[in-house]
């Protein structure tokens, strides 16, 4: 059981494994908070967003859309390997999704799978955004697969997880399919690598 890190520690730790970090207006502020709390967070969980174009990309994310308000993520990897700060806190991602994955991701076991929706996620996963149609054809530049591997491994280094720490949506909530075009399987192999 780990408490969140600070704002100010999540941004060192990011900037502490290489990345390149743009922070987005108010965004140690801008949060959930108000809807339940953020906490204790178990792991980092990856989507891709079915946007084109980093500024629109960065800006959805930030502020959400009808029927969901941002954040909808704490940070927005772009195409270009840079990590925008939108949110800290209580966040708009993971949704309800497997308690048994979630208990899988604490005891950093292989993950069952998903089969039912019944534990808030928001409460308790890091999540980022990941610039990508998620349509398979959409590319994954080398830059950001990069920045994806760093920016988990940052997490999972402060709080002394490993890659069974970090999850894709689709691991979670059933009918979620995201990230799509690369397995997490191999973005683990690249975290415990990072991480070792």
């Known amino acids: 059981m780990a408490s969140p890190m600070s704002a100010s520690s999540f941004l060192k730790a990011l900037k502490a494994e290489g990345l390149t970090v743009v922070e987005v207006g108010d965004w140690r502020d801008h949060n959930r908070n108000h809807k339940g709390a953020w906490g ?7 989507h891709h ?20 308000p941002g954040p ?8 270009d390997g840079r990590v ?37 996620g928001n ?17 994954w530049p080398a830059a950001q697969l990069e920045a994806i591997e760093r920016a988990a491994a940052a997490v999972c280094r402060h709080h002394g997880w490993n890659e069974r720490s970090v999850i894709g949506h689709l691991e979670w909530q059933p009918g979620k399919v995201d990230p799509r075009g690369f397995t997490m399987t191999s973005m ?6 990072r991480l070792k």
């Open 40 to 46: 204790p967070v178990h792991g980092v969980m990856i």
């Open 49 to 68: 967003t079915v946007t084109r174009g980093s500024a629109r990309t960065v800006d959805i994310c930030r502020k959400g859309y009808a029927g969901l």
């Open 72 to 79: 909808l993520c704490h940070g927005v990897i772009t195409k």
């Open 84 to 120: 925008h700060l939108v949110g800290y806190g209580r966040a708009n991602h993971a949704g309800l999704g497997d308690d048994d994955v979630l208990r899988a991701v604490i005891a950093e076991k292989a993950l069952p799978r998903d089969n039912e929706a019944n534990t808030d």
């Open 123 to 139: 409460r308790h996963f890091y999540g980022f955004e990941c610039e990508n149609l998620g349509d398979g054809d959409d590319p």
């Open 188 to 193: 683990r192999e690249r975290i415990r690598d």
